[in-house]
């Protein structure tokens, strides 16, 4: 798949330029590699080959609107394959997932050109918050949840067309330098064929009894891990029965109750219970948002007493600064 993390940094293989190149697409000397080792030209169409990166992924340029961009490439006997991801990746259509520029064949091969993100994973931006160094996305439980309202986003809008991605997790999502949010690797998803079933999810009608756990649901439970790894900086670790595990007190600091309510329900779903959907799922972290209990967190007395405070504290401040005056 296109960018595919670097599995020591964590960081996408497209993030650093050559040197002397800004761009990071000046094109080499040496004929291109496509995947298996078959050497192939260094140009296709209007497209210039640049340096190889792992993962089967070329820097190229856009010879004639002078941009540059990623592609992956291979030989006339991978051409037909090539094409067949070039179709479901352009089928996804949304700015969330890897967005496809153009698929040009020729005799030297095939080659699926797309936009290019730099930034480093969701998981390197975690361990750069154990560090010490908190990135903006994970500065407070407010950023989290943008955050991962953004990737519910993507989520919810592939689900619509009735797939599903099967391998979401803090490795898989890019954080752009520019504020872009990538969910990258839909090898998986491009396996499967499309499922009535998770289209029936999709329109809330019922589920079979028989269908214990869906690729919807498996997706939801996966949001439901990444939205605790933000929180409290590492995978949840299930113990004797608690599906979080130990959660110590530095990490309940970044975790409110009402997020960890929804993190439960999330790791909890499946056709017969937890969240419906994703879009039931990002409701949810809407009206944490807001300032308001979610669906799945029941306060006790005093929370309850206090949220009903904060939302009349206009109110509440008049009346007692009238009482002042009194």
């Given at each position: 798949?296109?960018?595919?993390?670097?599995?020591?940094t964590?960081?996408?293989?497209h993030?650093?330029p050559?040197p002397?190149?800004?761009?990071?697409?000046?094109?080499?000397?040496q004929p291109?590699?496509?995947?298996g080792?078959?050497?192939?030209?260094?140009?296709?169409?209007?497209?210039?080959?640049g340096e190889?990166?792992?993962?089967?992924?070329?820097?190229?340029?856009?010879r004639?609107?002078?941009?540059?961009?990623?592609?992956?490439?291979?030989?006339?006997?991978?051409?037909?394959?090539?094409?067949?991801?070039?179709?479901?990746?352009?089928?996804?259509?949304?700015q969330?997932?890897p967005?496809?520029?153009?698929?040009?064949r020729?005799?030297a091969?095939?080659?699926?050109?797309?936009?290019?993100?730099?930034?480093?994973?969701?998981?390197?931006?975690?361990?750069?918050a154990?560090?010490g160094?908190?990135?903006?996305?994970?500065?407070s439980?407010?950023a989290v949840?943008?955050?991962?309202l953004?990737?519910?986003d993507?989520?919810?809008?592939?689900?619509?067309?009735?797939?599903?991605?099967?391998?979401?997790?803090?490795?898989?999502?890019?954080?752009?330098?520019h504020?872009?949010?990538?969910?990258?690797?839909?090898?998986?998803?491009?396996?499967?064929?499309?499922?009535p079933?998770?289209?029936?999810y999709?329109?809330?009608r019922?589920?079979?009894?028989?269908?214990?756990?869906d690729?919807?649901?498996?997706?939801v439970?996966?949001?439901?891990?990444i939205?605790?790894?933000?929180?409290a900086?590492r995978?949840p670790?299930?113990?004797d029965g608690?599906?979080?595990?130990?959660v110590?007190?530095?990490?309940?600091?970044?975790l409110?109750a009402g997020?960890?309510a929804?993190?439960?329900?999330?790791?909890?779903s499946?056709p017969?219970?937890?969240?419906?959907?994703?879009?039931?799922?990002?409701?949810?972290?809407m009206?944490f948002?807001?300032?308001?209990?979610?669906?799945?967190y029941?306060?006790?007395?005093?929370?309850?007493?206090?949220?009903?405070?904060?939302?009349?504290?206009r109110?509440?401040l008049?009346?007692?600064?009238?009482?002042?005056?009194?």
């Amino acid at each position: 798949m296109p960018e595919t993390p670097d599995s020591q940094t964590g960081q996408s293989q497209h993030d650093s330029p050559r040197p002397g190149d800004e761009a990071g697409l000046a094109p080499t000397d040496q004929p291109l590699q496509a995947p298996g080792g078959n050497s192939a030209a260094r140009s296709l169409g209007r497209y210039q080959l640049g340096e190889a990166v792992d993962g089967g992924v070329n820097r190229v340029r856009d010879r004639l609107l002078d941009r540059g961009a990623v592609a992956r490439v291979a030989p006339l006997a991978g051409a037909d394959d090539l094409e067949q991801e070039a179709g479901f990746l352009a089928r996804l259509d949304h700015q969330g997932a890897p967005v496809v520029f153009d698929f040009v064949r020729g005799d030297a091969g095939a080659m699926l050109v797309m936009r290019r993100v730099e930034g480093p994973t969701l998981a390197a931006a975690i361990e750069q918050a154990r560090a010490g160094a908190l990135p903006a996305e994970l500065a407070s439980p407010a950023a989290v949840v943008h955050l991962l309202l953004r990737i519910c986003d993507v989520v919810a809008a592939v689900h619509a067309q009735g797939v599903v991605h099967h391998a979401l997790s803090p490795e898989r999502v890019v954080l752009g330098v520019h504020g872009q949010v990538v969910i990258e690797d839909w090898s998986v998803a491009m396996a499967e064929k499309r499922s009535p079933a998770t289209l029936r999810y999709v329109s809330s009608r019922p589920a079979p009894h028989a269908l214990a756990l869906d690729g919807l649901h498996q997706d939801v439970r996966s949001l439901g891990s990444i939205l605790f790894a933000c929180l409290a900086l590492r995978p949840p670790q299930p113990q004797d029965g608690d599906i979080l595990g130990n959660v110590t007190p530095d990490e309940r600091r970044r975790l409110p109750a009402g997020l960890e309510a929804v993190v439960r329900r999330a790791l909890d779903s499946s056709p017969g219970g937890g969240y419906a959907s994703v879009g039931e799922l990002a409701q949810d972290l809407m009206r944490f948002s807001e300032g308001l209990h979610p669906a799945a967190y029941v306060p006790g007395r005093f929370a309850r007493l206090g949220a009903w405070a904060h939302r009349r504290r206009r109110p509440l401040l008049l009346a007692a600064a009238a009482c002042l005056a009194l």
